[in-house]
């Protein structure tokens, strides 16, 4: 007999845990959820209630068996999956599927993975709590009817792709995309003049330094500025003002999962979901506490570790203890923030990765229990005698570095925060004569908004009450392997921009030279981003509304607490829905996005991109004209909205002939599964996020794409018998296997694979096994 089962999600946790507790613990993993809703869509009983058929996926009967046999040896059953609702419906669920007592059943939960928080756990053990399981059955259940409605919509009125779907937080983050990027569409491209003046003048030590000031105002056109310069050629310029003030800067709160996605997003160059990756076997390797939280706050012991630790590195002098209050709109699971378990380990992880973000956790909550940083701040004002506006010189000397000597915060680019720039101002007093050195007149552009990258747009949701801590990074995911959004990189164009330098009383013209538009790993919608999102709002505007949506979720937080009945939640938000479903089934028009480029010189027809059966096209006709219309399928990287006329009719061009090798022709051409290469019938794939395309690639390129394919053939054939036969033995993925045909077979264990014979394997083919028919998922309510 087992004396204690205790089940945990993953079997990384599993063996962290069995490690801690002993002998007297099995520690077993159930891999997440062991039931779901099927795919098809009668997996929620409407008329009854909204009760959902649970099944039991294929892939998990095995470990639902293993798991059925151990509860059956065990005297003591402790569920102890994670401290959220999904956690605790894993649990319910677990209950539901072995005929556990959900009374007499002991859950345990804890927020770090020591030998304390787990001894302390299993002091206290709770019963489930069906609130929780009740909001994310709710969150579950509302989310697959939204998808399940409106797709086949989808389906029908814009693509027959089937990869088409539409999700209840998902499309507003599209909408959040969409609606940025048409902003920067519309943005008013201007410029404006800009004014700096550079003084000699001495430093403390007496040596010649430059004093920079700036002009608050600016101006809108290029004669003001020069007009400005020209007023200021005899002028003499004087110290009006100075400030001087003593400046606190805070040290940022400990991390939540929304503010760690950030900041590894713009320090580390992590995406939301590998950020998460990372901090999940972090946690389950017992260095961090749990990564799935909204709340700031650390717990007494926390702060005493650290600011014990901080003591040790850096002194007392260094230690401010703080607690921070959560912020979050509509907070919930506030159990503790994404700290370190021990502060005394200052670096853990098992990869480079694991540990950059281990550091930068550590380093955070650690900062977050130093002394403010004090600065003293200097404002000066030096006044022109030749007009009443007013330079501005500002600087910054750092009195005492407090938490910055550990950790800087990092900020977006819409943020336009500098805070931690270091300009220091030299001896300067009120009445003192500055020496003009030269004024400089420089043309600038207004910015267009920036588009969003992951973290700033993690940060927007969270801002909007959209999506909770475990929601983030799956929704992003989404999106992007949905295709409604692409990450991209843009290296912006040169532009030239005119420079007015007045120096010994004399205006010189010159022009300098700025990249504008660069865009480096941020979101741009796809065409069907922009067509989903649009009809959405057309016809599902409740689905796709910031406010409904932040709504929903706060309904899902009054069920966690008890306060709401999930079905009333339920059928209050499907009635509506449903007759809007209904009535966009039958009423909505079929869209195709279509954009219409100019004329085809050739035959003086129309030339149009648009959406078709098979994706994006290109048109050349009508389907009203006597010849029936040309078409060309769209290059995966072009986009209705903004590919040109010219690049639209090289497409008729494909296939296209590149050159000749070894005696036969490379031909380049786009298909079912994306741009190629093929040569004496061997296909070798463009790749997708390279430079290369069918239309432009050269001889040169399509030869070494060629070749990398022979030599990646030539590494997976082991053996090749005689020509006759479609018989080979290859090095596949979980390693060698026989392909018969369109029939792979497992190789039995201690046959060598360039040992055999052809007979040998024809004999290994004819005893195998036939396929197995799949098996039918055995399902319980």
Request: one cysteine or more.
């Amino acid at each position: 007999m087992i004396k204690n089962l205790l089940i945990v999600e993953s079997p990384a946790k599993a063996k962290t845990i069995e490690k801690i507790l002993g002998k007297d613990f099995k520690v077993e993993s159930c891999y997440g959820h062991i039931r779901d809703l099927p795919k098809e869509n009668k997996a929620i009983d409407v008329e009854n209630n909204f009760k959902p058929l649970y099944i039991i996926p294929e892939d998990k009967e095995q470990t639902v068996e293993k798991l059925g046999k151990l509860i059956e040896q065990s005297e003591q059953v402790w569920l102890a999956t994670d401290e959220d609702r999904e956690g605790e419906a894993i649990s319910w669920h677990l209950c539901e599927v072995f005929n556990l007592n959900v009374d007499d059943t002991k859950r345990i939960v804890f927020h770090e993975i020591t030998k304390p928080a787990l001894l302390k756990a299993i002091q206290v053990p709770r019963k489930i709590n069906l609130d929780l399981v009740d909001a994310q059955q709710a969150r579950r259940l509302l989310d697959r009817l939204v998808g399940f409605e409106i797709s086949p919509i989808l389906w029908r009125k814009i693509s027959n792709n089937k990869a088409l779907s539409a999700g209840r937080v998902q499309s507003v983050a599209v909408r959040l995309v969409v609606e940025r990027e048409r902003e920067i569409q519309s943005f008013q491209q201007g410029s404006f003049y800009k004014i700096n003046a550079y003084f000699n003048i001495a430093d403390k030590e007496g040596k010649n330094t430059v004093l920079k000031a700036e002009l608050p105002k600016r101006f809108d056109t290029e004669a003001e500025g020069v007009a400005f310069l020209q007023l200021c050629s005899k002028a003499i310029f004087k110290v009006n003002d100075l400030q001087v003030k003593p400046v606190k800067r805070k040290p940022a709160a400990p991390f939540t999962t929304s503010t760690l996605q950030q900041e590894a997003g713009r320090k580390l160059g992590y995406s939301v979901s590998k950020t998460m990756l990372l901090a999940q076997r972090l946690y389950e390797a017992g260095f961090i506490t749990y990564m799935r939280t909204d709340s700031v706050v650390l717990s007494d012991t926390a702060r005493e570790a650290a600011a014990a630790e901080i003591e040790k590195s850096y002194g007392k002098h260094y230690v401010e203890i703080r607690q921070y209050n959560t912020q979050a709109k509509d907070a919930q699971e506030a159990h503790e923030a994404i700290r370190p378990t021990y502060f005394e380990e200052h670096k853990a992880g098992t990869t480079a990765e694991e540990r950059a973000l281990y550091e930068l956790i550590w380093k955070r909550t650690l900062a977050s229990q130093m002394r403010d940083a004090d600065l003293e701040r200097t404002i000066a004002k030096i006044g022109i005698s030749t007009s009443a506006e007013e330079l501005t010189a500002q600087g910054e000397m750092l009195k005492f570095d407090g938490f910055l000597r550990l950790y800087r915060e990092s900020f977006d680019d819409e943020d336009d925060s500098n805070e931690d720039a270091q300009t220091i101002l030299p001896p300067l007093s009120i009445g003192q004569t500055l020496e003009l050195k030269e004024m400089r007149c420089a043309q600038r552009q207004y910015r267009a908004p920036y588009r969003y990258s992951e973290a700033s747009l993690v940060k927007k949701m969270e801002e909007l009450g959209i999506g909770r801590p475990s929601t983030y990074a799956p929704t992003i995911n989404t999106i992007l392997k949905r295709e409604y959004v692409k990450k991209d990189s843009r290296d912006g164009t040169k532009q030239h921009f005119s420079l007015h330098t007045l120096a010994n009383g004399n205006i010189a013209q010159s022009h300098t030279e700025e990249i504008i538009g660069a865009e480096k790993h941020k979101l741009f919608p796809t065409d069907m981003g922009k067509l989903v999102n649009d009809f959405l709002v057309e016809h599902f505007e409740d689905v796709v509304n910031y406010d409904f949506t932040a709504k929903i979720e706060a309904q899902f937080d009054h069920i966690a607490n008890g306060d709401m009945n999930w079905v009333n939640m339920l059928s209050d938000f499907y009635k509506p829905f449903k007759q809007e479903v209904l009535q966009t089934s039958q009423e909505a028009k079929k869209i195709t996005g279509e954009r219409v480029l100019g004329i085809d010189p050739k035959s003086g027809k129309e030339v149009s991109a648009k959406l078709g059966r098979y994706g994006k096209m290109i048109q050349i006709g009508k389907a009203e004209d006597e010849e029936k219309p040309l078409f060309a399928k769209m290059l995966p990287h072009q986009e209705i909205s903004d590919i040109r006329l010219e690049d639209a009719l090289a497409l008729f061009a494909l296939p296209r002939t590149v050159g000749v090798f070894e005696g036969k022709e490379i031909q380049a051409s786009d298909g079912k599964f994306g741009p190629y290469v093929v040569h004496n019938k061997v296909f070798a794939s463009i790749p997708k996020n390279s430079q290369l395309s069918p239309l432009t690639i050269t001889l040169e390129e399509a030869v070494a794409l060629l070749e990398a394919k022979r030599e990646q053939a030539a590494n997976k054939i082991i053996q090749e018998f005689n020509e006759d036969s479609d018989i080979k033995i290859l090095n596949g993925l979980y390693g060698p296997y026989i392909k018969a045909g369109k029939n792979n077979i497992k190789l039995p264990k201690g046959k060598d694979p360039k040992a055999l014979t052809f007979d040998e394997v024809v004999e290994i083919i004819q005893t195998a096994p036939p396929p197995s028919e799949k098996k039918k998922a055995r399902s319980k309510k």
